[in-house]
């Protein structure tokens, strides 16, 4: 009689799961979504009755009068019409207790854009689920040296990269985000490009290419967040750090920053406005082209210090790294924020100059922003122009003060939304 009874709430949960997916769903990934929900209706089944070990034989009937009581349920549940709404509510209450996660993602809601406190834990997890979700398109790893051994920050957080489209092809963008601690909306900005395009692999044309033809001529490589350390302080405090050495040493850079003029703020105001990395380096100061006459500050700071040596940062050994790995890179494109402007003179030669200004303007085109001129020495497009002859922009998103508040999120999203197609389908 127990077992009848498990049998019926089991059939019935399942029914209104069938009749959940199969209004939302495609045929394909709704007959998916059956099995795997049917797989694991059974399992819970032969749990439930850890004395009687069930045969293979029972198995199949036991599935079989599931199906029964399923199809009986189902008819019900047609003609009592209950809405979609209630019926998600039902479904969620009666599985959370078994937390079986859903075998398909919706990428386009993937991404919280509900916060600008998009940390690199969800970074992290987001990136996993689109690899699993997208394996033909999509492969995430982590960084590492020639030898095989990972590159990690002074917090001891590997570094993601991302290869979206066809890791074979002939040709590279590279784009990345988040070099700046405190303008790490543009992690959010880039992981929202990145589950968009997923989502719309299949089905997205631009300037009368598909989506398909675009990603197969050229791999996307992104970097979403450059600095994991200092976005993370700058969101969370020294909380965002694990090691109680660096939680110090940020404590004796604000010291040496108050007494040297460098800020005025309090302690917890002076964190979220952090731009370094967990050495107090400024990730855009530390790379080889004009690191010498980088003197804005002697020593670690929230913002503004080159390091002790052109390169020495990980974060920079990563990108480095990431970019002399690739075959033949088009172009590559930093985001920061703010300004709503793009940023292309390097001091570079002809045929690079031009090469610049014509990928600035397609950014300005697309995006709105305008165009600047020169920005500093020692960045990491100054590199990628002057060191590996590579297009390379620095395209500053937002209209006020980092970190970007909230409502800044949705113009960044309009204004970027098509960039990956854009630049696929001129490069
Ligand atoms: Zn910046």
């Not at 049917?38 to 004395?51: F, H, I, R, Y």
């Not at 398109?137 to 917090?155: E, H, K, R």
């Not at 610049?356 to 960045?379: D, V, W």
Request: glycine share 6%.
């Amino acid at each position: 009689m127990f077992r009848k009874f498990i049998l019926y709430l089991t059939g019935f949960c399942f029914a209104l799961l069938l009749l959940s997916f199969s209004g939302c769903q495609s045929e394909k990934s709704s007959t998916y979504s059956s099995v795997s929900m049917e797989e694991s209706s059974v399992e819970a089944l032969s749990q439930e009755t850890p004395a009687q070990p069930v045969s293979e034989t029972e198995l199949s009937s036991l599935e079989e009068t599931t199906h029964t009581v399923l199809e009986t349920t189902l008819d019900e549940a047609i003609t009592t019409q209950t809405s979609d709404e209630e019926q998600t509510k039902f479904i969620e209450q009666e599985t959370s207790s078994e937390a079986t996660p859903l075998p398909e993602i919706n990428a386009e809601t993937l991404i919280n854009c509900s916060t600008t406190l998009y940390t690199y834990d969800q970074m992290e997890a987001d990136l996993h689920t689109l690899a699993a979700a997208y394996p033909d398109i999509l492969q995430v790893t982590t960084v590492s040296n020639a030898d095989g051994t990972a590159i990690l920050t002074a917090d001891d957080r590997p570094m993601y990269v991302a290869y979206f489209g066809n890791r074979n092809a002939s040709q590279q963008i590279f784009i990345c985000a988040a070099t700046h601690a405190r303008e790490y909306m543009t992690t959010q900005l880039v992981m929202r490009q990145l589950a968009h395009t997923c989502a719309t692999y299949e089905t997205g044309s631009y300037n009368s290419l598909s989506y398909r033809e675009i990603f197969d001529r050229t791999c996307f490589v992104i970097v979403p967040m450059v600095n994991p350390d200092g976005v993370s302080i700058s969101q969370l405090g020294l909380a965002g750090l694990r090691s109680e050495t660096l939680q110090a040493q940020i404590q004796n850079i604000y010291n040496a920053d108050v007494a040297a003029g460098y800020t005025s703020y309090d302690f917890a105001t002076y964190l979220t406005r952090w731009k370094a990395n967990a050495n107090g380096v400024d990730l855009n100061r530390n790379y080889s082209p004009g690191w010498e006459s980088v003197t804005d500050r002697n020593g670690p700071s929230a913002d503004f210090f080159k390091g002790d040596a052109p390169g020495d940062q990980p974060e920079a050994q990563a990108l480095m790294t990431v970019i002399n790995q690739l075959s033949n890179p088009r172009l590559a494109l930093s985001y920061h924020s703010y300004g709503a402007l793009v940023y292309w003179q390097y001091g570079q030669p002809e045929p690079l100059w031009s090469a610049n200004e014509q990928l600035a303007s397609a950014i300005s085109n697309l995006t709105g922003y305008y165009l600047a001129g020169y920005s500093n020495e020692a960045g990491f497009s100054n590199w990628c122009v002057l060191e590996k002859g590579i297009p390379s922009v620095t395209v500053e998103t937002g209209t006020v003060p980092t970190p970007l508040p909230l409502d800044q999120l949705e113009p960044l999203w309009q204004q970027n939304q098509e960039m990956w197609v854009m630049l696929g389908s001129v490069y």
